[in-house]
């Protein structure tokens, strides 16, 4: 079965959805296509930091079997979006991504999260004496035997001296963070475009100082919205594993743009993953 277009999967899943209701202190409005698939998202306050900005956590809660994506999900999943922009006093938001797992999704594969995750974000408010008033619209993929796409709607205002929640899932979210390039001890990046039939190629290779696990899955991500980039094939030999995934450009540009800077390769293995940033120019 080959995956459809997004578009026509977005299409579709807008409109199998209905409405529900999640209530209690701080849960969302959500709405899904199956009944039983979000069980609950709530916004977990988190605690106040000493410059003022607040660690706080989405919590996705699904039903068993379900699963819901990472920020790149594969080439059949659906990246959450968030939309902050009913927020008052909020100046900045960071998420933190947990480690995801892979999905077979109808023999494709897919990144996320199984029954439940907390997403760790810092909000940064403009005011810090002032109360955040957070508003945040989210549409997110899930999926099971079939698979859907849900929206959840969280209105809250958290004062500065709001008592702490949810402290320890929200520590355990954060310990669950991708290494670091430092971290894993990744010596050398390098990437480079190459055409390939009526397209392109992008190839990565990163060179650890200790050889890495044989079976990692390589994520490339190109840092801007308009660069498409396809799930990639990997190979280890040595300490140099590398990576290639077919790339394309919108419609209307002659080429993909390569910003080496704004690259990012996530390695995914068994229990690891590390998160590389950049890469140089082949010598």
Do not use: K
Not at 48 to 60: H, K, L, P, T, Y
Not at 165 to 187: N, T, Y
Not at 206 to 219: G, Q
Request: net charge negative; with cysteine; charged share 20%.
């Amino acid at each position: 079965m080959s995956p459809l277009p997004r578009s026509l999967r977005l299409a579709g899943l807008a409109a199998a959805m209905i409405a529900g209701t999640a209530v209690g202190p701080g849960a969302a409005e959500t709405s899904g296509g199956v009944p039983g698939a979000v069980e609950a998202v709530t916004l977990l306050d988190g605690w106040r930091e000493a410059d003022g900005s607040r660690m706080a956590g989405i919590e996705i809660r699904l039903g068993p079997g379900w699963h819901t994506y990472w920020r790149a999900p594969g080439s059949t999943g659906i990246a959450p979006i968030f939309d902050w922009s009913g927020s008052g006093n909020l100046a900045s938001v960071a998420t933190d991504w947990p480690r995801p797992v892979l999905f077979d999704s109808f023999g494709v594969r897919s990144i996320g999260y199984a029954e439940r995750v907390v997403l760790p974000v810092r909000l940064v408010p403009a005011d810090p004496a002032a109360p955040l008033e957070v508003g945040l619209s989210l549409d997110f993929g899930v999926c099971s035997d079939i698979c859907t796409l849900a929206q959840a709607r969280i209105d809250e205002r958290i004062a500065p001296g709001a008592p702490e929640e949810g402290r320890a899932r929200i520590e355990a979210a954060l310990a669950a963070r991708v290494e670091s390039a430092a971290e894993a001890g990744v010596a050398q990046v390098t990437c480079a475009l190459q055409p390939e039939g009526r397209g392109y190629a992008l190839t990565a290779r990163v060179t650890f100082a200790e050889a890495p696990p044989p079976d990692a899955v390589a994520v490339l991500e190109a840092g801007r919205p308009d660069i498409w980039i396809g799930d990639a094939s990997s190979r280890t030999e040595g300490r140099t594993l590398t990576a290639r995934a077919p790339i394309q450009a919108p419609p209307g540009m002659a080429g993909p743009v390569l910003e080496r800077q704004a690259l990012r390769l996530t390695l995914l293995d068994d229990g690891r993953a590390v998160d590389i940033l950049g890469c140089d120019a082949p010598r």
